[in-house]
């Protein structure tokens, strides 16, 4: 029989070397363990909500009654719900003719793009424009449009840091692009260094790469560093001298776990640089609900802010976006709440902001507890998590380890970590899904596991780390 269309052998080659660790190997793996009865807790995943967080009220009492619109009919609908949800509710519904069973604009609703667009004035202090703000099915789906757009064929690169979250490596194979990386420097807390940025444009330029995009993601994830002032300062100069688009990934701005570096965006250090750089400089943002103190990862809802595109570019990308005819409506409404939330004097308020410090303070207590437990093992070194959710300490393998990795054919991160999963349960990613420099080995863990499991888990991961080196040292 002659081969099929969708036969292996005969699938498009971007395809197959789209590769994306967060769901890899480890992660079926645990996921075959859990089916065989072992206790799993997956800490691959910046997944919240999975991990026991509980959703704040007032998002999910609004879109109940969005869902259900006729609890807004019944007369006993007061006692279940506060005042102000209700309003809302009215409010989102007033928004799209049909409700959220009904196509949106492509775009978005215009309703809730102008709370976004007015949520960003207030954060960076400068106006914003709603018709350069779309919605889309959580923010991985606006990072893989743009990228889309940007990418011509494969002598087009994109500057991805490294390590980094692999839906950029995979989203630019398969989109036929180039990856042109540059390193983040551990020693430095992960710092950007811009020299290193100019050698890894000047390499691939001699490799006859076109680069076109630079991606930063702030806070850092895997590494949970937030850029300085001045990092943004030196990275928007450099974008500017070398004619890149700037690809700001901030979905984890509010997952701040110290003050002496605070979330600045990209777009506010532009803004406040004045013209020529301001008024030039090509930058587009993405945030999301499925981070920060929201965890509303499956609701899919996310959006992009263009600056300085032209309106062409704009009317090519709004084309595009159509194709799909519109973004999840429940998800657009969760977009409208986070930059609109309760304010001071609503009856939802006092509850709304005691749940969401909550979350933060606990998160900001388990990023010191995972931090300092890893730096308690035998050939683990790990930075403070400032932002985001993860923790991504470096485990210096013993040669034992390294040549027993090789004789099965693992990588020595990938061999550790399936060590680590049968022994302890506990499904991380290996570093060598990220990137890292040759002969280093890493692991990423998000810090979402419930506060009062966290130093158990940690002292689970301790006796294995000492065990594993004892064995293979």
Do not use: W
């Given at each position: 029989m002659s081969s099929k269309p969708l036969d292996y052998e005969n699938l498009n080659e971007n395809v197959k070397k789209c590769q994306y660790a967060v769901r890899g190997e480890l992660y079926l793996r645990a996921s075959q363990l859990q089916k065989e009865g072992k206790k799993i807790i997956f800490t691959n995943v910046g997944n919240p909500h999975a991990l026991g967080q509980k959703p704040l009220t007032f998002p999910r009492q609004v879109i109940a009654l969005c869902q259900a619109p006729f609890l807004l009919d019944d007369p006993?609908?007061?006692?279940?719900?506060?005042?102000?949800?209700?309003?809302?509710?009215?409010?989102?519904?007033?928004?799209?003719?049909?409700?959220?069973?009904?196509?949106?604009?492509?775009?978005?609703?215009?309703?809730?793009?102008?709370?976004?667009?007015?949520?960003?004035?207030?954060?960076?202090?400068?106006?914003?424009?709603?018709?350069h703000i779309f919605l889309t099915d959580g923010a991985s789906k606006g990072i893989m449009q743009i990228l889309h757009t940007i990418i011509r064929g494969p002598n087009d690169g994109v500057l991805v840091p490294v390590p980094q979250y692999p839906l950029y490596s995979a989203t630019i194979s398969l989109y036929g692009g180039s990856l042109v990386p540059y390193y983040l420097e551990e020693t430095a807390d992960w710092g950007l260094d811009i020299n290193d940025l100019r050698q890894s444009i000047e390499q691939?330029?001699?490799?006859?790469?076109?680069?076109?995009?630079?991606?930063?993601?702030?806070?850092?994830?895997?590494?949970g560093q937030c850029l300085s002032e001045q990092n943004l300062r030196q990275i928007i100069q450099f974008c500017y001298e070398e004619i890149l688009v700037l690809l700001g990934d901030e979905v984890y701005q509010q997952n701040i776990y110290q003050d002496e570096h605070p979330f600045i965006s990209a777009r506010k250090v532009l803004f406040d640089m004045g013209p020529p750089i301001s008024k030039e400089l090509q930058l587009v943002s993405f945030h999301t609900v499925s981070k920060g103190y929201w965890g509303e990862c499956g609701q899919r809802g996310g959006y992009f802010e263009m600056t300085?595109?032209?309106?062409?570019?704009?009317?090519?990308?709004?084309?595009?976006?159509?194709?799909?005819?519109?973004?999840?409506?429940p998800a657009q409404i969760f977009l409208g709440l986070l930059a609109n939330p309760p304010k001071p004097g609503d009856i939802s308020y006092e509850q709304f902001a005691r749940e969401s410090k909550?979350?933060?303070?606990?998160?900001?207590?388990?990023?010191?507890?995972?931090?300092?437990?890893?730096?308690?093992?035998?050939?683990?070194?790990?930075?403070?998590?400032?932002?985001?959710?993860?923790?991504?300490?470096?485990?210096?393998?013993?040669?034992?380890?390294?040549?027993?990795?090789?004789?099965?054919?693992?990588?020595?991160?990938?061999?550790?970590?399936?060590?680590?999963?049968?022994?302890?349960?506990?499904?991380?990613?290996?570093?060598?899904?990220?990137?890292?420099?040759?002969g280093v080995f890493h692991l990423r863990t998000t810090i979402l596991p419930a506060e009062q499991e966290m130093p158990s888990i940690m002292a689970s991961f301790k006796k294995f780390n000492d065990a594993f080196m004892a064995r293979y040292e």
């Open positions: 006993n609908v007061g006692q279940l719900f506060p005042a102000d949800a209700i309003a809302k509710a009215k409010h989102y519904l007033s928004l799209n003719s049909g409700g959220l069973g009904a196509y949106s604009d492509s775009r978005g609703i215009p309703g809730v793009r102008k709370e976004i667009a007015d949520f960003i004035e207030r954060r960076d202090g400068y106006p914003s424009d709603p018709e691939a330029r001699q490799n006859g790469i076109t680069v076109r995009a630079m991606v930063i993601i702030n806070p850092g994830n895997p590494t300085n595109i032209p309106p062409k570019s704009v009317e090519e990308i709004y084309k595009v976006a159509s194709i799909s005819l519109s973004p999840n409506v909550g979350i933060l303070e606990s998160l900001r207590r388990r990023a010191h507890i995972m931090t300092d437990g890893f730096n308690s093992c035998k050939n683990v070194v790990c930075n403070f998590t400032e932002g985001a959710m993860y923790s991504f300490p470096q485990i210096q393998l013993p040669p034992g380890a390294i040549d027993a990795a090789k004789k099965l054919e693992k990588a020595p991160d990938v061999f550790y970590c399936l060590k680590l999963l049968e022994a302890t349960g506990i499904s991380t990613v290996p570093g060598s899904g990220f990137g890292q420099k040759e």
